[in-house]
């Protein structure tokens, strides 16, 4: 049985991971609508969303819509991460790990600077709520 300390790490966890996939995913989703629509990023604020760089850019990936609708894909599970991490179980540890590579790749390749701190805070949350 966890103890009770545990739980408030594994519910930040939890908390960070439906954030994060909310907060990239949703955006990302409408980015992967509006480049297949246009042909070009959807800008936020002025500035381009989704816009291919220095990472992808090396290995010949520019930004096209299924590049971000995968990174929709990637959001969408974190978001079921974070919902089993909520819920104890332990797949939602595994993915979490499982996920950080792509995520990772994502948040480098269109230069998403938030994503790193986010992904931290998560698996702070998860390595914490392994240790028993």
């Not at 594994?10 to 246009?38: D, E, H, N, Q, T």
């Amino acid at each position: 049985m966890r103890k009770t300390a545990d739980l408030p790490m594994r519910k930040f966890a939890a908390c960070m991971a439906i954030l994060s996939g909310l907060g990239f995913g949703l955006p990302a989703a409408y980015g992967a609508w509006y480049f297949a629509r246009y042909g070009f990023a959807w800008h936020f604020m002025g500035f381009p969303t989704h816009q291919s760089g220095p990472f992808f850019e090396q290995y010949g990936l520019f930004t096209s819509w299924p590049l971000i609708a995968g990174f929709v894909l990637v959001c969408a599970a974190e978001v079921a991460c974070g919902l089993l991490l909520w819920a104890n179980k332990p797949a939602g540890r595994w993915l979490a790990f499982i996920l950080l590579p792509f995520e990772m790749a994502y948040w480098a390749g269109f230069v998403l600077p938030f994503g790193p701190l986010g992904g931290l805070l998560r698996m702070v949350g998860v390595v914490d709520d392994l240790k028993d």
